[in-house]
């Protein structure tokens, strides 16, 4: 029987007509073909998604710019063109980094988790109140503005930031009553970030001068400045990619990612305010008086 069945496989190769098969190998035969066909079926419909979705990603990345004239206009297309940087910005972002902060003196320092350019919003703010603020931290020793005027912020979440030491230098200004919260070291005067009033807004603006990174690390891991804001109150000449207020695409993408990161509830941790939300310490408010002559000051 055994000779037999050998000689039937002999003469008889898979695949073969299914009247004189062994019907147990023409099963064994059946299910492999089965099974390839569903293999090689699986495998084009993976890379056909795969191919689909890696072009929907670099058409969308593409065009996370505006496409409006005026801000064409407006915005600088630099090195590549805007559809290159975004695209470049796209890819860094799978290399989110862990930036470290340091002030003037080095007693206060910390680090910015997990920051990457379409997370976090790098920019220049060109807007009075971050001037009267750059002059009050000059008059304390510690100059950030540049010559037109503006101050480079680096915009993430507050569960973002860590400060691993010297926290108790810590110091919040306010140019107002009702102004934004003005955090700075009390060492140096270097600033260490902007929030609103409420402990729930999920918001923190890093100025550059806390970020512990050179000229060129800036660029190749926090992605490009995305916009100069607010250059109508800056001082000529502006550079191109100026805006006299902010374009619509930013406001757009600031909206967007307050929304995610309430939901998130990246509001905190955060190393300014206690558990329950209070600030870390109270915050000093300008006098009128010192606002205006700060306003008055060039
Ligand atoms: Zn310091
Ligand atoms: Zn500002």
């Known amino acids: 029987m055994r000779a ?4 039937h496989h002999e ?15 023409q099963a064994d035969f ?47 297309p630099g090195p590549g063109g805007l559809s290159l940087r975004f695209l ?28 990457d350019p379409v997370r976090c919003n790098r920019l220049i703010c060109m807007c009075d109140d971050c001037q009267v603020y ?6 304390h020793g510690s100059p950030i503005l540049d010559p037109s005027g503006g101050t480079e912020i ?7 930031l860590r400060i691993d030491g010297g926290s108790e230098h810590v110091r919040c ?15 140096c005067h270097t600033p260490i970030g902007n929030t609103l009033e409420k402990a729930r807004v999920p918001f923190v603006g890093v100025p550059m001068a806390f970020v512990d990174l050179d000229p060129d690390e800036r660029d190749s891991k926090l992605g490009p400045v995305l ?15 100026s805006h006299p207020r902010a374009p619509g695409w930013l406001l757009r993408r600031f909206v967007w990612q307050m929304l995610r990161d309430s939901f998130a509830g990246r509001h905190r941790p955060s190393p300014l305010r206690h558990d329950d939300g209070s600030p870390l310490v109270t915050p000093t408010v300008l006098s009128l008086e010192e606002r205006q002559s700060l306003n008055r000051s060039t």
């Open 4 to 7: 037999r069945r050998a000689e």
């Open 11 to 25: 003469h008889q190769p898979r695949g073969g007509d299914a009247d004189s098969q062994d019907p147990q190998a």
């Open 154 to 160: 680096l915009q993430m979440t507050p569960s973002q």
């Open 134 to 139: 750059g002059r009050w931290l000059a008059q």
């Open 173 to 187: 200004l306010r140019l107002s009553p009702k102004g934004l919260m003005r955090w700075h070291t009390g060492c």
């Open 88 to 115: 470049s910005a796209a890819i860094l972002r799978a290399v989110a980094h862990d930036i470290p902060l340091k002030c003037r003196c080095g007693a206060v320092h910390g680090r910015a988790l997990q920051v």
């Open 227 to 241: 916009c100069r804001i607010h250059a109508r109150y800056g001082k000529p000449p502006l550079p191109a990619d």
């Open 30 to 76: 059946d299910r492999k073909a089965l099974l390839y066909t569903g293999a090689a079926v699986t495998t084009g419909v993976v890379a056909g998604a795969l191919l689909i979705t890696g072009t929907a990603l670099m058409i969308h990345a593409g065009r996370r710019r505006p496409l409006r004239p005026e801000q064409r206009v407006q915005l600088r």
